[in-house]
C-alpha cells in the first residue's frame, strides 16, 4: 500500500510540478526541464506500481532491476548494439539512403524513369518486412550483411519518394532565372535545386533512421549469430529473462533517439536558413 500511495505522490507532484513550468515564460531550460520530468515521473510511478501491485517480474520487472541488469550485462549490450546498429542499422541505412539519393536525381534527370523506378518503389516498400527478411537471411547469409540488407530494402523508397520531391520544389521563376544566366542542369542542380530540397532530403533521412534500427531487430529474429538485440530479444523471452529483454530495448531507444537527434542536429546545421529552423 505504501508503493501506491508512494507513486500517487510523484504523480502529483510531477504534474504540478509540470503545470507550474507551463504557465513560465518559454525559454531552452523549461522546454528541456519538463519532458525530464515527465519521464522521471514516469519511471517511479512504474516502480511503485510495479513493487504495491506485486506485479511478477516475468510480466512487468520494475525499473530498478532493469537497471541492476543494464550495469551487469555491459559487456553483452555493448556487443549487440555493435552488431544491430553499427553493422547491420548504420551500413544498410548508408547504403540504402545514398542509393535512393543517386537514383532520385537520376529520376529528376531523365523523368520517364519516374513512371517505371516509382511505381516499383513503391511495390517494394509495400513488401512486409516479415517476408522479406527470412528471404534475405537465405540470400546475404546469418551476419550483418542480410540485416543491412533489410534495411536497405526498408529505408530506400521513404528516402527516394522525399528526394524526388525536394528536387521539384524550386518554383518556375526561380528556374527561369537560372536559364537567363545561361546555368545548365548540373550548375542548377548545384546552386538552385539541391539547396532548395534539403529540408525533403532531411525528411527522408529522419524517417529512414527510425525504421533502420527497427529493420535490422526484427530482421535478427529471422536467423543471426549469437549476437545482436533481435537475437537477445528473441532468446531472452524464451528464457523469461525479462529483464535483460527491457535493457535491449532501453539500448535501443537510446540509439534510436540519439541516431535521429543527430540527424536532427545536421538539419539545423544545413537548412538554417529554412522557416522551419526558425525561432
Known amino acids: 500500500m505504501g508503493w501506491v500511495v508512494f507513486g500517487i505522490c510523484v504523480w502529483l507532484v510531477g504534474w504540478l510540478t509540470n503545470v507550474w513550468l507551463a504557465r513560465q515564460p518559454k525559454s531552452q531550460t523549461t522546454s528541456l526541464a519538463v519532458p525530464v520530468i515527465f519521464g522521471v515521473t514516469l519511471i517511479l510511478i512504474w516502480e511503485s506500481v510495479v513493487r504495491g501491485l506485486g ?35 548504420l551500413s544498410g541505412y548508408v547504403i540504402g539512403c545514398g542509393a535512393a539519393f543517386v537514383i532520385a536525381v537520376a529520376v529528376d534527370r531523365f523523368p520517364f524513369l519516374q513512371r517505371g523506378v516509382l511505381p516499383v518503389g513503391n511495390f517494394v516498400a509495400a513488401l512486409p518486412i516479415i517476408g522479406m527478411a527470412p ?14 540488407a533489410v534495411v536497405v530494402v526498408m529505408v530506400f523508397f521513404p528516402m527516394l519518394v522525399n528526394t524526388v520531391q525536394g ?13 537567363t544566366y545561361a546555368a545548365g542542369y548540373w550548375k542548377t542542380l548545384l546552386k538552385l535545386r539541391l539547396p532548395s530540397a534539403m ?65 536532427a542536429l545536421l538539419e539545423r546545421a544545413v537548412t538554417f536558413w529554412h522557416p522551419s529552423q526558425r525561432g
Open 167 to 179: 528536387l521539384q520544389a524550386s518554383d518556375a521563376m526561380q528556374r527561369d532565372l537560372m536559364r
Open 55 to 89: 506485479i511478477s517480474p516475468v510480466l512487468l520487472p520494475p525499473p530498478s532491476v532493469i537497471a541492476e541488469r543494464f550495469s551487469q550485462s555491459s559487456e553483452i549490450l555493448w556487443v549487440d548494439f555493435v552488431q544491430t546498429v553499427i553493422k547491420g542499422a
Open 199 to 263: 529540408p525533403f532530403v532531411f525528411n527522408g533521412l529522419k524517417i529512414a533512421s527510425t525504421l533502420a534500427l527497427i529493420g535490422a531487430i526484427v530482421a535478427e529474429f529471422f536467423g543471426s549469430p549469437v549476437r545482436g538485440m533481435g537475437f537477445r530479444i528473441s532468446t531472452s523471452v524464451g528464457q523469461l529473462a525479462l529483464d535483460l529483454v527491457w535493457a535491449e530495448i532501453v539500448v535501443a531507444a537510446i540509439a534510436g533517439s540519439a541516431f535521429y537527434g543527430g540527424v
Open 135 to 148: 528471404i534475405m537471411v537465405m540470400w546475404f547469409g546469418f551476419d550483418w550483411q542480410s540485416k543491412a
